[in-house]
């Protein structure tokens, strides 16, 4: 069997072969050049066929070796590890090496990045200046974008994105600093002073030290949180193709900086029908409010009045892998901050919907949003805190993305096309002509 597509276009009873190209994991994602769809032509003067795609719904816009997602499988893996073994035995800063540079890191190669994230963490004085100016309402996802944008004119070298050397640092700088920007942000906006990082404790427990002190001389954090913190930053690093990864890509592809990339792919993230669906669950239970009236809202949501939030997924239609570790860890974050009925109530929700034949026949199960609103409301964190406590490990799945992109011989500046449906040439009218 030859490896091609033969497509005969009845306008003009021409016949084209196309070739059909595989990757390189068994034949998942086999696919054929758009371009060649040019040389498919009604007459010598027509511009050729287009594929059409909104919302690039089956268009594979690179070759990526960094995240492979079954979704019918509910599979997930980064650079080939399953996530559910990363989960088990690593750690945030492994998983995110791993992320960007390919491989596990050894001993020697996990301590030397480990230390350089750990001591990149301080802000210049003059970002701590630039957060103090917004609002004393503005929101910390806008105070996050907007200062991760400024970084840019902090470090102007970034913009040698082809130098290997200035891109690490970047990579250390962004990486390190954007938990102390998430809580400064969140400092601000809650009135209280900055607390400077403290490059002695954990990745994760220095984001909660820089969150949640006090006036205590030094922060111990609760080693449980710390590590279902890590636990939630390894699961949320990377997710191939989605809409943030792609305006990462997109930007860099224009050779703009990283801090500008990465403040445009939040400003993506941002949205609700991305980062922002764990909000939606927990105001969802708590408009539930008792475990009695769940059987009414799961009627309602089969009625279509409403949607379960946490439930379905573009591309999980099985159960989201990501879900079932939140799950069995949502019991061990409230042993320790103390039970939540909400917590109760996701767990019948959860009970009644997958026995239930609409949610079943609709593959609908339970997505990673799901458990995620209701550990990070447990764990003090407030609702306007979740995208942003997204954009934190996800920076490093971005990153990632971006540094495949710059080495990809076969990538240039993303430049999509249009189908024009607008008017044909027409000649300018001066205003008297134009009636009324
Ligand atoms: N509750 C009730 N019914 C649902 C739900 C839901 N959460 N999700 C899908 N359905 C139904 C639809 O009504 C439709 O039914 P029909 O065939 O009778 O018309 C069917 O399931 C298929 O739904 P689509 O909208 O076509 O599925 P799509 O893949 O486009 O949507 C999405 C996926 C947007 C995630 C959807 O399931 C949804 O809105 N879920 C709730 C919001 C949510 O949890 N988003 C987070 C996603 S995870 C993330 O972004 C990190």
Request: net charge negative; proline share 6%.
């Amino acid at each position: 069997m030859a490896d091609t597509l033969t497509i005969t276009d009845n306008r003009t009873g021409r016949q084209y072969e196309v070739p059909i190209n595989y990757g390189t994991y068994e034949d998942y994602g086999a696919s054929s050049p758009a371009i060649d769809l040019r040389k498919i032509k009604g007459s010598e003067e027509d511009f050729g066929l287009l594929s059409y795609d909104p919302a690039y719904m089956n268009t594979a816009s690179c070759k990526s070796a960094v995240t492979f997602i079954d979704g019918d499988r509910g599979i997930l893996r980064y650079r080939g590890y399953p996530i559910e073994q990363l989960a088990e035995e690593s750690s945030y800063l492994e998983v995110a090496y791993l992320t960007l540079f390919g491989e596990l890191p050894t001993e020697s190669e996990l301590a030397g990045w480990t230390y350089e994230i750990l001591h990149h963490t301080f802000v210049h004085e003059n970002v701590k200046k630039l957060m103090d100016g917004f609002h004393h309402d503005a929101h910390p996802m806008g105070m996050f974008v907007s200062t991760v944008a400024a970084l840019s004119t902090f470090y102007p070298e970034a913009r040698e994105v082809h130098d290997a050397d200035v891109r690490l640092k970047q990579i250390h700088r962004l990486i390190a600093k954007v938990p102390t920007i998430a809580a400064f942000a969140y400092r601000h906006s809650i009135g209280l002073p900055y607390i400077y990082p403290d490059n002695e404790l954990s990745f994760t427990g220095n984001f909660l030290n820089m969150m949640f002190r006090i006036s205590e001389p030094a922060y111990d954090p609760d080693p449980v949180l710390e590590r279902a913190l890590d636990l939630l930053f390894i699961l949320h690093v990377d997710h191939e193709q989605n809409c943030s990864a792609s305006v990462m890509r997109g930007i860099g592809s224009s050779h703009a900086d990283p801090y500008v990339s990465v403040a445009g792919a939040a400003a993506a993230l941002y949205g609700p029908l991305h980062g922002g669906a764990n909000e939606q669950v927990l105001r969802m239970l708590n408009e539930i409010r008792t475990v009695d009236r769940v059987p009414e809202y799961v009627e309602r949501a089969k009625k279509g009045e409403f949607r379960l939030m946490g439930f379905g997924h573009r591309v999980y239609k099985n159960y989201d892998p990501r879900a079932r570790i939140l799950k069995s860890m949502a019991s061990e974050v409230l042993e320790v901050t103390g039970r939540s009925p909400l917590l109760d109530l996701a767990m019948e929700l959860e009970r009644i919907a997958l026995e239930d034949e609409y949610f079943v026949e609709r593959n609908l199960y339970p997505n990673v949003d799901f458990y995620s609103g209701i550990i990070y409301k447990a764990m003090g964190f407030p609702v306007d805190m979740f995208p942003v406590l997204f954009a934190i490990p996800r920076t490093a799945g971005w990153l990632a993305q971006w540094l495949e992109m710059l080495q990809d011989p076969e990538q240039k500046i993303a430049r999509p096309r249009q189908v024009y449906v607008g008017k044909d040439e027409r000649d300018y009218q001066v205003i008297e002509k134009r009636g009324v």
